[in-house]
């Protein structure tokens, strides 16, 4: 639901955005792509602003992911093929995170969009048409609806459809006019100026992605600790927008994640498509989206919450490891008590359940221990991660070996 209130247009034209702001972590070497003769060559830099140029005033297609990022066959953690099968069958949202999927994707400006994840047992759709979302699941029956407030009826404002945010400006942080890039050659330009070394971005020649021409670019991790091998990012050469994002691992020779377009068509998509009716038969809950003012009103807790369960950040760049204590809360309400009375209980019951789950998720991973302490250990090929018996765990795209030693460095 945030996604499509806060920034819907980079639903599915985020990886435009991880373009344009990977300046911050990447030293952009003076290559050009020029594989195909009919394109002129274009270097990475020249490729950042033409992303950051796109306008698009709408978009439809069908765009393929396949995630094979090696999670074991545990249910209720996504590696598994699940009552619908883990390559392609099921239609949950949930159930992205392995295998192979279909999704239909429209786009008409801020403040229409719609994803449809398309299984052989039926679908799942997200809607937004003006202030209306909608949640639909075909298969379950069930629809979620939610009339956005009115401070949220024209869209995100923050760059045109299909443009990437500025590069000069903060996730979630809204900068002053004097703080925004006033050119795309600008926004460039500061993304140049507060390189990194930790990444080698490199373009690759060309490519051909759903029918089109599109230049490659290449974003390598120079420490070879990280799982991470290379990620490859294919821009439509006159349209400027991701056509496909490949992540590579060092573990495997296949892309370990891919999203990409199989067809695209670049023409406004009909109002219809974004007109949702509930069929016969579908059970509808209605969802009261909180106003600015009563948002506004609790961000002081949630920061402050949000400060207490910080992860401590070990390393950085592609090797960063993330160190954290699980949340206590989990299934420590007990019914019937705390100022919310019923519903304490409610989310007490569910906090309990929810603790069993992943005990019982943990309890079939491998075992493992050192001078950090014991846990159980989650091994992919993109990332590793460790949670310990105490209660605290540690996660990054690196070797197992390297969570043990930021957990030891702080226990």
Known sequence: MSVFSTRPATRWLAPGAAVVLVGGVALVANHSASADPSLPPRSAAQLLVDVQQARLAG????????????????????????????????????????????????????????????????????????????????????????????????????????????????????????????????????????????????????????????????????????????????????KHVPLRVQVYSTRTANPAFEVGFTSVDFATPAASQFAFNPPPGTKVTEHTFPAKADLQKGSAAARAQADASRPTVVGKGWTTVLVGKLPTSTGSTSPGTGASGDRAGVNGATGAKGAASLQGMLALLPKVSGTWGSGHLLSGTLFSAVVTTDGRYAVGAVAPDRLYAALAAQK
């Open 59 to 238: 978009l439809s297609g069908t765009v393929v992911q396949t995630s094979n990022l090696g999670l074991p066959s545990i249910a209720g953690l996504g590696g598994g093929g699940g009552a619908e099968g883990g390559s392609g069958g099921s239609s949950a949202l949930s159930s992205t995170i392995a295998g192979t999927h279909t999704w239909r994707v429209w786009l008409a400006g801020q403040d229409r969009q719609r994803l449809a994840l398309v299984g052989s047992l039926g679908e799942s759709d997200l809607i937004r048409d003006g202030r209306n979302v909608w949640m639909w699941s075909s298969k379950d029956k069930t629809a979620t609806h939610t009339v956005l407030p009115a401070e949220s009826a024209t869209g995100d404002h923050s760059g045109a459809a299909g443009g990437a945010p500025g590069a000069g400006a903060t996730p979630g942080a809204t900068p002053s006019p004097t703080d925004l890039p006033k050119t795309p050659q600008e926004a460039a330009q500061r993304a140049l100026a507060a390189l990194d070394p930790t990444t080698s971005v490199t373009t690759s020649g060309t490519s051909s992605v759903a029918g089109r021409s599109a230049y490659d670019l290449v974003l390598k991790p120079r420490d070879a600790q990280s799982l991470v091998a290379q990620v490859r990012i294919s821009i439509d050469a006159t």
